[in-house]
């Protein structure tokens, strides 16, 4: 069993920046590829990035590439989403999640066993 939990959410400007965490309980946090998804509100869940468990291979959505960093740190059992130059259209709910996952299906939901609560994101113009 792994449990997630995420900090860093937060209000900012557009053109801001954040820094997720998503922080697992558990001795077993190397073998899990970890990913990002958000949820705005009334919209569906989508990915936004990935990284394989040793961090060798990342995956990100068109819409956040070159502005979204993802990195891991297997001592500290923490994963974290740089977000970089901010929009408006990239408030939402972020959670992250862990799975036993190749790097074909990085981008996949239902590769991804366990689940944060979530953190809220918010960007103003």
């Known amino acids: 069993q792994v449990q997630l939990v995420e900090s860093g959410g937060g209000l900012v400007q557009a053109g801001g920046s954040l820094r997720l965490s998503c922080t697992a309980s558990g001795r077993t946090f190397s073998r899990y590829a970890m990913g990002w998804f958000r949820q705005a509100s009334g919209k569906e869940r989508e990915f936004v990035s990935a990284?394989?468990?040793?961090?060798?291979?990342?995956a990100y959505a068109d819409s956040v590439k070159g502005r979204f960093t993802i990195s891991r740190d297997n001592v500290k059992n923490t994963v974290y989403l740089q977000m970089n130059s901010l929009k408006p259209e990239d408030t939402a709910v972020y959670s992250c999640a862990a799975g036993i996952a190749g790097t074909s299906v990085l981008a996949t939901a239902n590769v991804y066993d366990y689940w944060g609560q979530g953190t809220q994101v918010t960007v103003s113009s």
């Open positions: 990284i394989t468990w040793n961090g060798g291979r990342t």
